[in-house]
C-alpha cells in the first residue's frame, strides 16, 4: 500500500503541473489523500484514530487506547498528533505520508492533557494544554518533536482548566481559553467551584511565556466556562463556550475578541442561544475566515455567523453534532451517529460509529 | 447534563496520577469492571428486538422445537418497544409529588424551627438552649442532605445551592470568611437581607456550624452577641432560602411547568426523555458525589493517609449522619419516583439483567447502605484510623458506586435516556 500511499502536497504540485493527474484513478472526490483527521468511536466500542479522504473514505486508522478528543497537525502535514480527551494520560503521533503510528507520549507524572494542542510554526515544537499538581496551575506543556516528543518546559496559562488552545496569525503568539472549572482529580467531570469560576483567555508570548494580555467576561458571565476557539479573517479570536449555570438563564454562548478590546459577547436571537441549550462544542472557521461556526451537540444545531457583522448566517438541526472543519466555502460536520455532513447534505455515514467532538482539516 | 466520570477510562489508559483513586479502583477491582465502558462511553441503548434472536435459531430440522423456542420468546419478551412518553412523564411527576415537594417542605419546617432555637439562645444565652440550637442544626442539616443532589430547578438559581451549603471548599474560603467576619464584628451580617448579599461563604450551613461548633463556639452559651446575632441571621437566611426554593417547586406555573411539558418552545427540556433524564441525573451525580466528593475526600487507601478534616461536617461530627442522609434521600427519590416500575416493563436485552433485575438490584445496594449505617461508626477521627471501621466505609464508597453504575449505565440504557456521546461538562 506504500505505492498508493500520494502525499497530499504532491498531488497538488501535480495537479498544479497540469499533468500527472491525469495518471492516477480518481473515482469521483476520493483522491485517497488525507484530507481531514478525527477520532473515533467503533463499533465494538474502542477507539481510533482516523484519516479520511475528501470523499469521507478512511485511509487509515491506528487504534487509541482510550477515547481521543482534538488533533495538532504539523505545518507541512506530514504529522498529527491525536490528544486523548480530557483528563488524557497519552498523545499518539501518526505519521500522515507513512500512513501509520510513529510513537506514542505521555505528560509529566501528575499531570494530564486536555485535548488540545498545536505545533511551532517551524514545526519543531508541540505544544499542548495540561494541568495538574497541588496547585491546578494551567500549563502549556512544551515537546522537542525531534527528540521524540520529550517535554522541554511549559508555560503558565494564567488561569484554571485551559482547554483549547489557538496560535495567533503571525505565529508569536498563542491564545489560550482557560475554562475555569474545578474538577475533582479522579473525576474531571465533577466542577467543584461553580460559585467561584473564573474563566478567561490569555494571550501568551510564545517564546518567553510572557503574559501578553488577560480578559474575562463581565462578572454576572462568569459561569460561562470559554473553552473552544476559531480565528476569523480579521485575526479575531471568536470564543464557544460553555454554561455551568441554570438552564433557564439566557446567556450569550458565543463571544468574540480583538487584542485589545473587551471581549464581546454577539448578539443573536434568543431562539438562537436557546437552541445551543448552553453547550458550544467545536468552533471553527472557514477557509477565507468569513464564516464561524459553533456546534451543539447538547442541542444538535450547527449555527453559522457572518465573522464580519455576527450575523446568524444558518441554523441546521444534526443530533449529537459535534465536530466541524472547513470545507469548500463552508463546513464539514462530524456527530455521534457516525456521520459526516457536507453544507448541502450527508457525505458518508459509518453505522454503529461516534465521531468524537473535534475534526480537523489536514 | 450528565456527569458522569471517565476514570475507568483513565485507569485503562494510563497510570494513576497520584493520590485519591483508590476507592474507585477498588470498587472497579471488586465488581470487577474495569473491561466495561464507562457509561459516557456506553452505546446509545437499542431495544432489544426478537427477530435479532430467532435469526440465531437453527431452521434445520425439529421444526417443532424450534417453534417452541420461537413462541417462548414472544412470550418472554412482549415489551421490546422504546419506554413511552406517558412512562417517562410518570417518573417526572411521581418525583415532583412524592419527593421534591415534600422533602422541601420538610426542610422549611426544619429551617423555621432553628431560626426560632436560634432566636431563643440569643434572647437568653445557656449551656441547654445552645445544645437546643445544635440539635435544630443537625435536623436541618439531615433534611438538606436528603435533598442535596436535586439541583436543578429552583435550587440553583438565585446562587441558592451555594448559599445554602458551600462545600466542597477546597482552599478553606469559607472558614477563612466567617472567621473575619466575627473578628470584625461585620455587622452587615446579622440582618438576614444584607447577609444574603454577602459572599455565598459566610451565609450557609458552613458558617453556622463553625459558629455553633468551631472555635470560641463555647461562649454562645453565656452569652456572646456578636456571634449569636451573626448565627441567627444565617438561620433566618437559610429559612428564606429553604421557603423560595419550596415555593419554586410548589409554584404550578414555574419550573415544574417546563418539566410537564416539554416541547420545542420549552427552554429546558424539548421532550419527556430529557425532563426524565433530569430525575435519574439526580441520582447519578448524587452517587457520584458520594463516592468520590463526600467519602473519597477524606478516607483515603490506608487508615494512615485519611483525612478527617476534609470531612464535610466534620465540626459538628455529623459527617457520617449526613452521608447515611444522603443515601436515604436518595431511596426516598427513587421509590418515590416510580421508576422501579418503570424499568420492570423493560426486558433483559442480550445476556445482560432486564429492567426487573436492575430495580432488585438497586433496592439490594440501598439495604446494604442502610445496615451498615444501622450497625453505627466510630467518631469520625477514631473511624478512619481503625482498619476494621474504614473498611466499612470503604464499603459504603463502593456500594455509593455500585448505585452510580446501575443508575447511569443500566437504568439510563434500560429507560433510553443516554446522553449523546458529544455533549459532556467540558468537552
Known amino acids: 500500500m506504500r505505492s498508493m500511499a500520494i502525499d497530499r502536497r504532491t498531488l497538488l504540485k501535480a495537479g498544479a503541473a497540469g499533468a500527472f493527474s491525469l495518471f492516477i484513478p480518481i473515482v469521483g472526490r476520493a483522491d485517497m489523500c488525507p484530507a481531514y483527521v478525527a477520532t473515533r468511536r467503533e463499533a465494538d466500542g474502542s477507539f481510533a484514530a482516523i484519516v479520511i479522504d475528501d470523499a469521507g473514505e478512511v485511509l487509515f486508522q491506528e487504534a487509541l487506547d482510550g477515547r481521543g478528543h482534538d488533533i495538532a497537525l504539523s505545518p507541512d502535514r506530514s504529522l498529527a498528533v491525536f490528544f486523548a480527551r480530557r483528563p488524557g494520560y497519552f498523545a499518539l503521533v501518526v505519521d500522515l505520508e507513512g500512513r501509520q503510528r ?89 466542577v467543584l467551584n461553580l460559585a467561584t469560576m473564573e474563566p478567561s483567555l490569555s494571550y501568551i508570548d510564545l517564546a518567553t511565556g510572557d503574559l501578553v494580555a488577560q480578559v474575562s467576561l463581565a462578572a454576572d458571565l462568569h459561569q460561562v466556562s470559554l473553552r473552544h476557539m476559531g480565528i476569523d479573517m480579521s485575526g479575531a479570536v471568536w470564543i464557544g463556550g460553555q454554561y455551568q449555570g441554570p438552564p433557564t438563564d439566557e446567556v450569550p454562548l458565543v463571544v468574540r475578541h480583538r487584542l485589545g478590546q473587551d471581549l464581546m459577547p454577539i448578539s443573536a436571537p434568543a431562539k438562537v442561544y436557546a437552541s445551543l441549550r448552553q453547550y458550544v462544542g467545536s468552533v471553527s472557521a472557514n ?76 | 447534563m450528565l456527569t458522569v466520570l471517565p476514570s475507568v477510562l483513565r485507569t485503562l489508559v494510563s497510570p494513576s496520577p497520584g493520590g485519591g483513586g483508590s476507592i474507585g479502583a477498588r470498587e472497579r477491582g471488586d465488581r470487577g469492571g474495569a473491561a466495561a465502558p464507562p457509561p ?107 435533598v442535596e443532589y436535586a439541583r436543578l430547578g429552583p435550587v440553583i438559581v438565585e446562587k441558592r445551592l451555594e448559599r445554602f451549603s458551600f462545600w466542597p471548599d477546597r482552599k478553606g474560603t469559607g472558614l477563612r470568611q466567617t472567621q473575619k467576619v466575627i473578628a470584625d464584628k461585620d455587622e452587615t451580617a446579622t440582618d438576614p437581607v444584607t447577609l444574603a448579599d454577602k459572599s455565598v461563604a459566610v451565609q450557609g450551613l458552613q458558617a453556622l456550624e463553625f459558629i455553633l461548633f468551631g472555635n470560641g463556639a463555647e461562649a454562645l452559651a453565656s452569652g456572646d452577641d456578636f456571634r449569636c446575632r451573626y448565627g441567627e441571621a444565617v438561620t433566618k ?191
Not at chain 1, 510513537?103 to 494541568?131: C, I, N, Q, V, W
Not at chain 2, 435479532?52 to 417453534?67: D, E, I, K
Not at chain 2, 435519574?280 to 466528593?293: A, C, H, K, P
Open chain 1, 102 to 190: 510513529k510513537l506514542a507520549f505521555t505528560p509529566p507524572p501528575g499531570k494530564h492533557f486536555f485535548g488540545h494542542g498545536f505545533f511551532s510554526p517551524d514545526g519543531r515544537l508541540l505544544y499542548a494544554t495540561e494541568s495538574g499538581g497541588e496547585d491546578e496551575t494551567g500549563l502549556i506543556g512544551i515537546y522537542d518533536v525531534a527528540a521524540g516528543f520529550i517535554r522541554i518546559g511549559a508555560h503558565a496559562t494564567r488561569g484554571l482548566d485551559p482547554h483549547e488552545a489557538l496560535l495567533l496569525p503571525g505565529g508569536r503568539t498563542v491564545v489560550v481559553a482557560n475554562g475555569g472549572m474545578q474538577t475533582h482529580p479522579d473525576d474531571e467531570r465533577l
Open chain 2, 40 to 146: 459516557n462511553e456506553a452505546r446509545p441503548f437499542t431495544p432489544p428486538r426478537l427477530r435479532s434472536a430467532t435469526a440465531t435459531l437453527p431452521l434445520q430440522g425439529r421444526v417443532g422445537v424450534c417453534v417452541a423456542l420461537i413462541i417462548s420468546l414472544l412470550i418472554a419478551a412482549p415489551a421490546a418497544a422504546d419506554t413511552t412518553p406517558e412512562q417517562y412523564r410518570s417518573i417526572v411527576e411521581n418525583t415532583i409529588t412524592n419527593y421534591l415537594r415534600p422533602e422541601f417542605q420538610a426542610l422549611a419546617v426544619e429551617t423555621k424551627a432553628l431560626a426560632e432555637t436560634m432566636g431563643g439562645l440569643c434572647e437568653a444565652p445557656s449551656a441547654a438552649r445552645q445544645d437546643a440550637a445544635k440539635e435544630s442544626f443537625s435536623k436541618v442539616l439531615q433534611a438538606w442532605s436528603r
Open chain 2, 237 to 427: 437566611n437559610l429559612d428564606t432560602i429553604a421557603n423560595e426554593i419550596l415555593a419554586g417547586w410548589n409554584d404550578e406555573a414555574s419550573y415544574v411547568a417546563l418539566m410537564r411539558k416539554p416541547g420545542p418552545d420549552n427552554a429546558v427540556y424539548r421532550n419527556e426523555g430529557e425532563a426524565a433524564n433530569d430525575i435519574i441525573e439526580m441520582l447519578t451525580t448524587g452517587f457520584q458525589f458520594i463516592r468520590d466528593v463526600k467519602i473519597g475526600n477524606f478516607l483515603g487507601a490506608t487508615p494512615e493517609k485519611a483525612k478527617p478534616r476534609q470531612a464535610a461536617f466534620w465540626r459538628s461530627g455529623k459527617t457520617f449522619a449526613a452521608i447515611d442522609a444522603n443515601f436515604a434521600g436518595l431511596k426516598a427519590l427513587w421509590e418515590g419516583s416510580g421508576m422501579a416500575a418503570v424499568l420492570e416493563t423493560r426486558p433483559a436485552a442480550s445476556e445482560q439483567a432486564g429492567g426487573a433485575g436492575i430495580a432488585s438490584s438497586i433496592d439490594f445496594e440501598f439495604v446494604g447502605a442502610e445496615r451498615d449505617f444501622a450497625k453505627g461508626f466510630k467518631p469520625l477521627e477514631e473511624a478512619v484510623k481503625d482498619p476494621a471501621e474504614h473498611n466499612r466505609l470503604g464499603y459504603l464508597a463502593i456500594v455509593a458506586g455500585s448505585l452510580w453504575r446501575f443508575f447511569a449505565e443500566d437504568a439510563s440504557g434500560l429507560l433510553g435516556l443516554r446522553m449523546g456521546f458529544n455533549a459532556l461538562d467540558g468537552d
Open chain 1, 287 to 362: 477557509a477565507d475566515g468569513s464564516l464561524i461556526a459553533t456546534t451543539s451537540p447538547r442541542g444538535g444545531v450547527v449555527i453559522e455567523w457572518n465573522a464580519q457583522t455576527g450575523a446568524v448566517v444558518s441554523e441546521r438541526t444534526l443530533t449529537d453534532v459535534c465536530g466541524v472543519a472547513p470545507e469548500g466555502d463552508g463546513f464539514l460536520v462530524s456527530d455521534g451517529q457516525g456521520q459526516l455532513t457536507e453544507e448541502d447534505g450527508l457525505l458518508r455515514t459509518y453505522p454503529q460509529t461516534a465521531w468524537d467532538n473535534h475534526l480537523r482539516k489536514v
